[in-house]
């Protein structure tokens, strides 16, 4: 059994994580926020990602979050109208961008990722589940690339994975939109490979993990990279594209009257500019 010494010696407290026969479980922990990620949260779930992937001991990675939901996205009071947030300045960093590190983290991670989603998995939310290599649904999920309505663009899986997961027409559908699917919609179109009830989620997810991690874990190790290679290719020059826009549009009057009109609980009303 691997032990979590590397991760327990860290000040976490956004992001749970433990090991159990060779499967690492990562969990989200800010349910008064619905696991919105703030730059701590942030923080952790990169870290989590890479210590997981740096432990040979470690088999599979399931990921999820603790109830109500899998991830609601940024924490909008944090990232996006807080004193930190790129809106806040008045023109966009001089400096190459790159993919955001804990998307990367995820993305690198050798050994296979289950997204456990037991609730709403919207914005960065529905990203972190596109970063796994498999999603199952609880009954109770939702999934929205809501990025267009804070005047945005998706970040790295909107572009790299959704597409190849769901189709460029579907996946187009679901970024020009924001539309909201539930569980039953997401198995329809590829975007989760199970659903079931609520209560037998993380059940599901580690027969699934343990099945996975009773095979030869270098042999495991390399099917994954070869998926990554093969279906996807190289996500770093689309991240870093995808980062630079974010960071432009949060100049716009567009992304500050989303972020306003959110916080307002308010319809938005856009100018295109």
């Known amino acids: ?41 942030y923080d952790e779930l990169e ?26 996205g940024d924490d909008v009071q944090e990232i996006m109208a807080g004193p930190k947030a790129v809106s806040q300045t008045s023109q966009p960093p001089i400096v190459r961008p790159r ?50 309505k804070r005047g945005l663009v998706s970040d790295i899986g909107g572009f790299y994975r959704l597409p190849a997961i769901v189709g460029p027409a579907k996946a187009a559908e679901l970024l ?10 997401a198995k329809r179109v590829g975007l989760v490979t199970d659903v079931v ?23 495991v190790r390399s099917l994954k990279e070869g998926l990554r290679r093969t279906a996807y290719g190289d996500p770093k020059e689309i991240g870093s594209w995808a980062i630079d826009r974010i960071r432009r549009l949060m100049q716009t009057e567009d992304h500050k009257e989303g972020v306003a009109s959110f916080l307002e609980k308010r319809a938005p009303k856009f100018k295109g500019r």
Do not use: Y
């Open 176 to 185: 020009f939109t924001g539309a909201v699917i539930d569980a039953d919609e």
């Open 197 to 219: 009830p609520h209560e037998q989620l993380l059940e599901r997810a580690r027969a699934l993990a343990a099945s996975i991690a009773e095979n030869p874990p270098l042999a």
């Open 99 to 148: 993919p955001t590190p804990a998307a990367m983290a995820a993305l690198d991670c050798e050994c296979p990722v289950i997204a456990a989603v037991n609730g709403a998995a919207v914005g960065w939310g529905m990203e972190l589940a596109l970063f796994a290599d498999i999603r199952i649904a609880s009954q109770k999920a939702k999934f929205a690339e809501l990025f267009v």
């Open 47 to 72: 870290s989590a990602f890479r210590i997981a992937s740096a432990d040979p001991e470690i088999r599979c990675v399931i990921v999820t979050g603790a109830d109500p939901a899998f991830c609601s």
């Open 1 to 41: 059994m691997a032990q979590n010494t590397a991760i327990a010696s860290q000040d976490f407290n956004c992001t749970g994580f433990d090991v159990v026969d060779h499967v690492a479980t990562i969990t989200l922990n800010r349910p008064q926020r619905r696991n919105a990620l703030n730059f701590r949260a």
